[in-house]
C-alpha cells in the first residue's frame, strides 16, 4: 500500500499553513537545541534565526506538498526541523549529539506507527526499522574501515534516515544511501578545491545525508 495520498487536492493555503508552522517550529527548536546542548553554540543573531526559520519553513512547506493531509506527514516534519539543527551542528562542531539523534529516531518511530496504524500499513513501519538496522551496519562497517571518513555521529544517524526512507520504500533507502556518499564526496571535492588542493581535517558528512534524505524523500522514485 502507498503511503503517500492519492487523488488529494493538495490546497495551497494547507501548504502555506504548514510552511508557517514548520518556521515557528524551527525557532522553538533553536530555543530548545541551546537548553538540550548549550556547549554546541550556534550564531545567535537575528539574521541567522530567520534564514534557518525561512529554510525550516520552506522545507516543511514542501513537505506538505509531498505528503498532504496525511499521517506520515507530522513524523516528516518532525525530521525536516531537527535536521536543519543538527546540520548546523555538525558543520559548526562536526558533532551530531547523541540526544538529538535519538530524538529524531525515537519521535520518527513514534509517528510513523501512529501513521502505519492509521492506514493501515504496518508492513511500511517493519520495512523502515529493518533499513534503520541495515544502514547503521553499513554505516559501522565503513566507520571501521576509514574511521576518518565515517564518524559514529554519522554512523548513529544512519539509523533515524533509515526508517524515514525505509518507509517509503527500498528504493528510497538505496538511493538516499548512495547520494549521501556523492553529495559528500562532492563537498569534499569542493572543499579541496577552495583550499587550493589541501584536504580539509574534518568534513562534516551529516549534512551530505540529510540532504540526499530529504531530496529523495520529497522526489518519489
Given at each position: 500500500?502507498?503511503?503517500?495520498?492519492?487523488?488529494?487536492?493538495?490546497?495551497?493555503?494547507?501548504?502555506?499553513?504548514?510552511?508557517?508552522?514548520?518556521?515557528?517550529?524551527?525557532?522553538?527548536?533553536?530555543?530548545?537545541?541551546?537548553?538540550?546542548?548549550?556547549?554546541?553554540?550556534?550564531?545567535?543573531?537575528?539574521?541567522f534565526k530567520l534564514t534557518t526559520a525561512a529554510l525550516t519553513?520552506?522545507?516543511?512547506?514542501?513537505?506538505?506538498?509531498?505528503f498532504g493531509q496525511s499521517w506520515a506527514l507530522a513524523a516528516?516534519?518532525?525530521?525536516?526541523?531537527?535536521?536543519?539543527?543538527?546540520?548546523?551542528?555538525?558543520?559548526?562542531?562536526?558533532?551530531?549529539?547523541?540526544?538529538?539523534?535519538?530524538?529524531?529516531?525515537?519521535?520518527?518511530?513514534?509517528?510513523?506507527?501512529?501513521?502505519?496504524?492509521?492506514?493501515?500499513?504496518?508492513?511500511?513501519?517493519?520495512?523502515?526499522?529493518?533499513?534503520?538496522?541495515?544502514?547503521?551496519?553499513?554505516?559501522?562497517?565503513?566507520?571501521?574501515?576509514?574511521?576518518?571518513?565515517?564518524?559514529?555521529?554519522?554512523?548513529?544517524?544512519?539509523?533515524?534516515?533509515?526508517?524515514?526512507?525505509?518507509?517509503?520504500?527500498?528504493?528510497?533507502?538505496?538511493?538516499?544511501?548512495?547520494?549521501?556518499?556523492?553529495?559528500?564526496?562532492?563537498?569534499?571535492?569542493?572543499?579541496?578545491?577552495?583550499?587550493?588542493?589541501?584536504?580539509?581535517?574534518?568534513?562534516?558528512?551529516?549534512?551530505?545525508?540529510?540532504?540526499?534524505?530529504?531530496?529523495?524523500?520529497?522526489?518519489?522514485?
Amino acid at each position: 500500500m502507498s503511503v503517500y495520498p492519492t487523488g488529494e487536492a493538495i490546497m495551497p493555503l494547507f501548504v502555506l499553513m504548514i510552511g508557517l508552522l514548520g518556521a515557528g517550529l524551527g525557532l522553538l527548536a533553536e530555543i530548545g537545541v541551546r537548553k538540550v546542548v548549550p556547549q554546541l553554540s550556534l550564531d545567535t543573531s537575528v539574521r541567522f534565526k530567520l534564514t534557518t526559520a525561512a529554510l525550516t519553513g520552506a522545507l516543511s512547506a514542501a513537505m506538505a506538498f509531498r505528503f498532504g493531509q496525511s499521517w506520515a506527514l507530522a513524523a516528516y516534519l518532525v525530521l525536516v526541523i531537527l535536521a536543519v539543527q543538527l546540520a548546523l551542528i555538525d558543520i559548526r562542531h562536526h558533532l551530531l549529539p547523541n540526544r538529538l539523534v535519538l530524538a529524531l529516531l525515537i519521535a520518527g518511530a513514534v509517528l510513523l506507527a501512529t501513521a502505519a496504524a492509521a492506514s493501515p500499513s504496518w508492513g511500511a513501519l517493519l520495512r523502515g526499522v529493518v533499513a534503520g538496522a541495515i544502514l547503521f551496519v553499513i554505516y559501522l562497517i565503513l566507520a571501521i574501515i576509514s574511521p576518518r571518513g565515517i564518524g559514529m555521529g554519522d554512523v548513529k544517524l544512519a539509523a533515524p534516515l533509515g526508517l524515514y526512507l525505509g518507509y517509503l520504500g527500498w528504493s528510497q533507502v538505496f538511493y538516499g544511501g548512495a547520494l549521501g556518499f556523492v553529495a559528500g564526496g562532492v563537498v569534499t571535492a569542493v572543499l579541496v578545491r577552495a583550499a587550493r588542493g589541501e584536504k580539509p581535517a574534518e568534513v562534516a558528512f551529516g549534512p551530505s545525508m540529510f540532504a540526499a534524505a530529504l531530496a529523495v524523500i520529497l522526489l518519489p522514485i
